[in-house]
């Protein structure tokens, strides 16, 4: 299902059929479910997350299941489609657990290598839909940070700010003692959540107080594994900040021909016309970066670390960029609560440090290429 290259040879970052048929069927139900009206209603009421929603994409399409092999349940997709899936969901800012759950959590499972036992149960569970896992660190966090602690098998510790711990059902939890699956509503474990900049995608403290779960890796292994899974994570999320980042400057593109000022589209200004010009270069470039991480984690290049760190390093600065200028050129209507422009600056600044901020990814960088630090 995705596009392959020859050894030596550049990687294809055109976008394959197959990928345009999900991605036409992804943009139609979210166009159906997630309007802009919709995910703001849904923001301003105590359930963020719509069942139906989530139901339609992990179920409907399959989407939960991408990353996971046939064998285990899954669509045996690669990092390309999950991409285009993110690319979607950025566009319209939907309130859905799929980077989080579809990508971090089940990378760090399949990372783990289990074809039986409690990992693989877990996963084909997450496959179908039936349900869903976040990996218990700070959503900031690029490596597996240790804040919980086993003693006599019963989990302590403090976890947050937990992005998507509201919707889950299962928390994978790291310790120094091995890395643990956790039910969410396990006595011992106690979800509180947090006021967020970016309201569409919840935040939450976790308090784990002689929690208990299953020991799914030792300590080496499940580090290891979160690693993996939080570095698939930050390369997909480029994806995400793409298609933010593709909304943004259509949407400003737009508006801008329909408003008018002195008898004329404000787009026609020449001030402005530079101004899109060059968003529109940087959204081009940010497609390329986004498109080789995903290659990248797809193929299992050795390039993979760099790819992603170039994707993050640029994407998320573009991502937030975008934002700003949308809700600048939209002038006044772009400061309203009732437009939805505020949600994709919001977006854009809480990505713009989830999985490492782009500065931790611009060192990341200048190490692998042994470049004096930024």
């Given amino acids: ?8 040879q550049a990687p294809d970052l055109l976008y394959s059929e197959a990928e345009e048929d999900l991605r036409a069927a992804v943009r139609s139900l979210l166009a159906d479910r997630a309007d802009a009206p919709s995910v ?55 309130p859905a657990p799929f ?19 409690p990992a693989a149960e877990l996963l084909a569970g997450l ?42 059902d299962v928390l994978l939890v790291p310790t120094a003692d ?4 956790v039910a969410a509503d396990a006595p011992g474990v106690r979800v509180e959540p947090l006021v967020a900049l970016d309201l569409t995608r919840p935040l939450a403290t976790v308090t784990l107080d002689g929690a208990t779960g299953t020991r799914l890796a ?36 737009r508006h801008t021909r329909e408003r008018h000022q002195f008898n004329r589209p404000i ?6 016309k530079h101004r899109m010009a ?27 670390p760099l790819a992603v760190a170039v994707a993050q390093a640029y994407c998320s600065k573009v991502a937030v960029h975008a934002a700003e200028e949308c809700v600048q050129l939209h002038g006044g209507i772009g400061m309203t609560w009732e437009h939805p422009a505020h949600l994709y600056l919001k977006r854009a600044k809480a990505d713009a440090t989830a999985y490492g901020t782009a500065g931790r990814h611009r060192d990341t960088v200048a190490a692998l290429m042994e470049l004096p630090a930024p």
């Avoid at 703001?40 to 009421?45: D, H, K, L, Q, V």
């Avoid at 996971?68 to 950025?90: D, I, K």
């Avoid at 091995?178 to 699956?181: K, P, R, T």
């Avoid at 594994?225 to 949407?251: F, I, N, P, Y």
Wanted: glycine fraction near 12%; charge should be negative; include cysteine.
């Fill in 40 to 94: 703001i209603a849904r923001t301003e009421s105590d359930t963020p997350y719509d069942p139906q929603l989530w139901k339609a994409l992990a179920t409907g399409i399959g989407a939960a299941g991408l990353l996971v092999p046939e064998e285990l349940g899954g669509q045996g997709a690669t990092h390309r489609e999950a991409a285009v899936v993110l690319e979607e969901l950025g566009r319209s800012v939907a």
């Fill in 278 to 304: 060059q968003l529109w270069l940087e959204v081009v470039s940010a497609r390329a970066a986004a498109r080789n991480a995903a290659d990248a984690l797809a193929t299992g290049s050795p390039d993979t």
């Fill in 267 to 272: 787009g026609s200004f020449q001030a402005l």
């Fill in 127 to 168: 496959a179908e839909g039936r349900r869903v896992a976040v990996v218990a660190v700070p959503f900031a966090a690029a490596s597996a940070d240790v804040h919980a602690s086993v003693a006599s098998g019963a989990l302590d510790g403090t976890l947050g700010p937990v992005a998507d711990a509201a919707a889950a």
């Fill in 218 to 253: 030792d300590a080496g292994a499940g580090a290891r594994a979160v690693d993996r899974g939080l570095l698939a994570g930050a390369g997909l999320l480029a994806s995400e900040q793409l298609g933010l980042a593709e909304w943004c400057l259509t949407e400003t593109v």
């Fill in 99 to 117: 980077l989080t759950s579809s990508v971090v959590a089940t990378e760090t499972l399949l990372a783990l290598g289990a074809q039986e036992g």
């Fill in 178 to 181: 091995g890395l643990y699956a």
């Fill in 1 to 8: 299902m995705t596009a392959r290259t020859e050894a030596g």
